[in-house]
């Protein structure tokens, strides 16, 4: 029987309890927020945490740390790597072997870590498409639920094919929270199709092929184009004669490019004020690539997202 679908990310981190602790590489571990996140990860059974990188500059880190923070990271190992870059080889390796479960991202760039993930002789790759997935709690049905967004953090500017393998890699994360068939929402400007918006044809097509069975994701309910309002509020939805199971309930947005990814999930976290949690799936492990912006809590839940979704 299926687990019931996780509401909250306070859900999040109880459910993720019964498949940790795992070994989670923080590379370029001298990130006191990264750090602070493992320590809180080590408390409540989440995480055993290696940290990897310059072993004086982590040391610095631990000691801008509180006392139980710096007691709980006590005993994990140092893997020593010069630089940032050498910082997400090693990791990498570490994930190659098995001796890591999943990788968060410390005091480096994304750029810098998914090189390495994505390194054709030592990476960490599968034949997948890599794609983020954001999680974040909204409330305008007026109670909590998850909704995700994706890809606001590798695509740039995803084909069809491509984004038939980002709402794939997001299904799978919502499956992972105990949604059964989650709602995909296909995102644009508009939900009229029309050749003056591209976006619009392409999720029209990608919901014309999902209807014929042609895209082998029949986990979930797709539909497409949405705008936002009317893929998140059923008023909206009924306002505009939208008739679909996914309009106004999506649980998935599928945005048409990263810059409407990164906007709208800055948004919900910044204007919102959402806590979020985010990881990138494709690869042999989960990727977690949290802002340097981003709260230690928030660097918690990613933690937790990639530990329910590591092999």
Known sequence: MRAKAIGTLSELLERAKGRGPKRVAVVAADDPLALEA?????????AEPVLVGDPAAIRAALERLDGEARRA??????????GPEEAAREAVG?????????????HLRTDQL?????????????GRLLSDVLVYEDT???????????????????????????????????????????KVALLSATEVITDAIPSTVEAHELTRRHQ??????????????????????????????????VAGRAD????????AGNLLGKAVKHFGGSTCAHVI?????????????????????????????AP
């Open 212 to 245: 014929r069975g042609e895209l082998e994701l029949p986990e979930c309910e797709l539909y497409g184009p949405l705008a936002l309002d009317n893929a998140l509020l059923e008023w909206a939805a009924r306002a505009k004669g939208v008739r679909s199971p």
């Open 94 to 106: 570490l994930a190659r072997s098995g001796d890591v479960r999943a990788l968060l991202k410390g």
């Open 281 to 309: 799936l494709g690869a042999k492990v989960p990727v977690l690539i949290p802002s340097r912006v981003e709260s230690a809590q928030d660097k918690l839940h990613s933690i937790a997202l990639g530990v329910l979704m």
């Open 114 to 126: 998914l090189k390495a993930v994505l390194d054709k002789h030592h990476g960490l790759r599968t």
């Open 252 to 259: 998935v947005l599928v945005v048409p490019n990263i810059e």
């Open 38 to 46: 493992a320590a809180h990860a080590v408390r409540l059974s989440l």
């Open 140 to 182: 305008l049905s007026g109670r909590k639920r998850l909704v995700g967004i994706t890809d606001g953090g590798v695509n740039v500017r995803p084909t069809l094919d491509e984004k038939v393998q980002i709402v794939r890699n997001a299904v799978e994360v919502f499956r992972a929270l105990g949604f059964e068939r989650p």
């Open 73 to 82: 990271l006590a005993g994990c190992a140092i893997v020593e790597a010069e």
